[in-house]
């Protein structure tokens, strides 16, 4: 289906949970509430979201947090989800600690790739940021998809200025050694402003950067990529990715829409326009008129986000990554 800007809309990004194992400073600040269970949708309320959104042409599922892999059960949903006619593309997005544990089991419901949050390489930095996580057990969670083919197998990286920014060509040199699709992210002010000021990094600056030491080749999509501008480098293993959501925003060719944990249906991830899915799924509603609400929800989607206008105050968590 096409939104009112003829921009087609065929991805659903679903926040199973607000809850994580990590508290990463940037994701969940210090005014972060958890939900109550009882706000929380049940994964078969989720399911019937997915199933309405089919008849307006759904074709891809991105299952998200807080960390996905902390909801008890979440195979079902992935299992239900990944038998649907039409979904073609069905991905996670995790922070790593985890998915050994399941990875197998993840494959074997129907999980087509993986994306995997870490911003540091350096053991004890990797443990400031995320408040506690060890890297070595991220590192194993990559490798295992990548024999798992989990693929094509992405890291999202948020540079920050005074954080990881010294870490650069540390991640350039994983990139020659491994298969691996790796995204530096600006930093978006959902939180302090004043803070996020300080570290922001923009991808101008980042080009800059490594153009004066590497050689970067404009590269071809990547299965999935969304936002993101590839570069190859010779030799490399891997391919490098920058997505630039402030700076050269990708709002004319957004075709996503985002459900959180909750149950409200986020039009746009910087810009607090949402419907309330759950008064409607708990009040029973058919799957028809749920679809008929879905497909109003899609002509209002805005034609560009608010990052840069005015101060946005939220937290990644409340959201859905």
């Known amino acids: 289906m096409l939104d009112s800007f003829n921009r087609e809309i065929n991805y659903l990004r679903i926040s199973v949970t607000d809850k994580c194992n990590l508290n ?16 929380v949708l049940t994964l078969e309320e989720i399911l019937e979201v997915v199933k309405a959104f089919l008849p307006l042409g759904l074709k891809k599922v991105r299952i998200t947090g807080g960390e996905p892999l902390v909801r008890k059960n979440l195979l079902f949903l992935i299992e239900k ?3 649907l006619p039409g979904i073609d593309d069905l991905a996670l997005t995790t922070n790593g600690i985890l998915f050994p544990k399941y990875a197998k089991d993840l494959k074997s419901a129907g999980l087509k790739r993986v994306n995997f949050s ?5 053991p004890d ?23 798992l083919d989990l693929t094509p197998v992405k890291i999202n990286t948020v540079l920050l200025r005074g954080v990881n920014l010294d870490e650069i060509d540390a991640f350039i040199d994983f990139i020659f050694k491994h298969p ?23 991808v101008k600056e980042i080009l800059e950067t ?3 030491k590497y050689e970067l080749i404009p590269g071809k999509t990547v299965g999935g990529s969304g936002p993101a501008r590839y570069y190859e480098l010779p030799g490399a293993s891997g391919t490098l990715g920058v997505i630039s959501p402030l700076t050269n925003h990708f709002c004319e060719y957004c075709n996503r829409l985002r459900l959180t944990s909750t149950g409200r249906l986020r039009l746009c ?15 029973g509603v058919s799957q028809e008129a749920l679809t008929g609400v879905l497909r109003e929800a899609i002509l209002a989607k805005p034609r560009a986000h608010e990052f840069g206008e005015k101060d946005f105050l939220n937290t990644m968590a409340n959201i859905g990554g």
């Open 210 to 212: 490594l153009t004066a």
């Open 81 to 83: 989800i990944a038998s």
């Open 125 to 147: 930095k990797f443990r400031s940021i995320t408040g506690g996580g060890e890297l070595k057990n991220v590192l194993e969670a990559i490798n295992l998809a990548l024999e």
């Open 269 to 283: 991830l910087a810009k607090n326009q949402e419907i309330d899915l759950k008064k409607y799924l708990r009040a």
């Open 180 to 202: 691996v699709h790796w995204r530096f992210i600006e930093l978006m002010p959902l939180n302090d402003r004043e803070k996020w000021q300080q570290q922001f990094v923009s």
């Open 24 to 39: 990463c400073f940037y994701c969940k600040p210090g005014n972060f509430k958890e939900f109550l269970p009882g706000e």
């Open 118 to 122: 870490l911003d540091s390489l350096n």
